[in-house]
């Protein structure tokens, strides 16, 4: 994972192309890049041209193939989110992705192509949003972003937690945005489930919603596959203070067999640490557990 100082650092939007308002934004993102020792290289589609669409799904693939097979390129970051960047996974060269030791970087609805990546390569990608470092906590995500990145320190991938039902979990970790994951249900991207540490968050939505997502995952079969479950942050659901809670679904929809853990530090908040999707994770009754 590690970068050089002064590497190139891919930018793309493989969903949601971004408004136009947000131009100044990304301009400050990329002096947060800048100043930090990196090179950022943008993608020709990242600004919404055609309702929700900076280029077709073709066309935002073939973005992110180009830097895939660019030896000058050592990671690429995904500034967007929304619904669409499904649209992109059949156009994807896995073979080549499988090849590059490359990560990608992206959260929300970029969980989709996180899940595909490894689905398809076994490769790992990291579920994290790089425009944290120009959001309300930049002082914070800067240091850890750039102390893992530029000095292998990992310290933006610890993060505290409690368990709610059991007390030891290991597996490797797949999962995101719960809403966005289901999307690969049925689909030759969906990961294997089996054994693994299943990682669920979301920004929108409440109880009728949620009740939609953990019945679609009993009725997989994830439950009874996956080692353990670890909950991000919830934000809608948290903000309005649903009752039941999302642990309290959680634990009716997947059974009181399974390891779950909680952490409020993982999701879609500008605090947000990353996880990686596709390493091995143990979490015991410590609290906090580096990779």
Known sequence: MRMEKGGKAAIVCCSNGLEKEKK????RLEGALRRIGLVPVFSDHIYAEDSVFSGSGEERAKDLMKFYLDDEIEAIFDVSGGDIANEILPYLDFDVIARKKKYFWGYS??????????????????????????KEDAARQTENFSGTVL???????????????????????????IRCLLKLAGTPYWPNMHGKLLLLESWHGLIPQMVTYLSQLQQLGVFEQANGILLGTFTQMEEEGCCPSIT???????????????????????????IVIGRELRLGREGRQPW
């Open 24 to 27: 100044s934004k990304i301009e």
């Open 109 to 134: 609805d970029l969980t989709t192509v996180i899940n595909a990546i490894y689905a398809r390569t076994g490769r790992e990608s990291v579920l994290y949003q790089v425009r944290n470092l120009v």
């Open 151 to 177: 000095r292998e320190t990992e310290q933006l991938f610890s993060f505290g937690y409690e368990f709610v039902q059991k007390e030891r979990m290991q597996g490797i970790v797949v999962g995101g945005n």
């Open 248 to 274: 309290e679904l959680v634990k009716k929809y997947a059974g009181n067999e399974i390891p779950i853990a909680k952490t409020k530090e993982i999701g879609h908040g500008a605090d947000s640490k990353g």
